[in-house]
């Protein structure tokens, strides 16, 4: 009493400044001294407490609720994990009810489970790596069955001519093609020009197709620009290209028929082909008009069966 005579300061107006400091901190904290807590008090406790914290919280208020009698409450905690999303989850019902425990499978994965493959780019490295490995894999999962390959492609050359790729990428998928086991089935679905016209020759005997509107083109080899070369290396390079075009020619007369020299004097410009120009010089063995006609391409599987292999679960 004494230090608040010499401070000015009457006991009431201490009691005074003391609750307000209180409701202050009260405040500070997100709730007022005494009361229930507020909105901003219990959005701070769910950030600091995590999710344990809040579902704890949300049982706890479940259970003080008022229930009419024959009406049984969930158990909050079981719906939220159940509701969770985890991989391992499982729900009554709702949109969980189809819920697949993978990922749905790609394009090329769907072809490839088919046993089709799909050349539609030109000759690159990348291509030819991709399809000597599905070659390989398909060889491998089961030996002896047939493998449909389907043609778009301009070959080692873009549409205009200019080259992209090397001879020996489309040599390198022939090789693989005979390296395997199964028969490997050709559809050209569009144009199949240069080394992709020999890839379309190349397949099972009576097993090669195109379609009514496809179009096929054969062309010597080409190379590409290389710039100032001395003379010594341009011979050499001539010595490649004439061994690749050898090459060619030695394929083409083994599945069409033809002699060598017969084939070399056909491409010596570019020689188009349609359907029935290619089915009378031996690179196709029938015009597929309707897949209802001629069971050349490989059967898919049912819509069920995708749902069952890729773990979706119907209740």
Not at 37 to 44: G, V
Not at 241 to 256: A, C, G
Not at 283 to 289: L, P, R, T
């Amino acid at each position: 009493a004494g230090r608040a005579a010499e401070c000015g300061q009457s006991e009431s107006e201490r009691e005074s400044m003391r609750g307000v400091s209180v409701k202050r901190e009260s405040l500070r904290l997100g709730a007022p001294a005494g009361g229930r807590p507020c909105l901003r008090a219990e959005r701070t406790a769910r950030r600091e407490g995590g999710t344990s914290a809040f579902r704890a919280r949300a049982a706890a208020r479940g259970e003080q609720l008022w229930v009419p009698p024959g009406l049984q409450l969930p158990n909050m905690k079981e719906e939220t994990w159940m509701n969770s999303g985890a991989p391992a989850s499982a729900s009554s019902g709702g949109y969980d009810e189809h819920r697949a425990s993978t990922p749905p499978p790609d394009l090329p994965s769907i072809l490839l489970d088919a046993r089709i493959l799909w050349l539609g780019m030109p000759i690159v490295s990348a291509v030819s790596e991709l399809i000597i490995a599905q070659l390989l894999y398909l060889q491998y999962k089961d030996p002896g069955r047939d493998i449909y390959m389907y043609i778009n492609s301009t070959g080692t050359c873009r549409a205009d001519g200019s080259v992209v790729g090397f001879e020996t990428e489309a040599t390198a998928i022939y090789d693989t093609m005979n390296y395997v086991g199964s028969d490997v089935c050709t559809v050209n679905c569009g144009v199949a020009i240069g080394q992709s016209c020999v890839l379309l020759a190349a397949g099972a005997k009576g097993k090669r197709a195109m379609l009514p509107h496809a179009t096929a083109m054969l062309h010597q080899p080409r190379v590409p620009a290389t710039g100032s070369r001395q003379a010594i290396e341009i011979a050499i390079k001539n010595r490649e290209v004439q061994s690749q075009k050898r090459d060619m020619l030695s394929i083409l007369s083994r599945h069409t028929g033809h002699s060598e020299e017969k084939i070399d004097k056909d491409i010596m410009r570019p020689f188009y082909m349609q359907p029935k120009d290619a089915l009378d010089y031996g690179i196709i063995d029938a015009v597929v008009e309707s897949k209802r006609v001629e069971d050349l391409i490989g059967q898919v599987k049912s819509s069920d069966q995708w749902d069952k292999e890729a773990g979706l679960v119907a209740k």
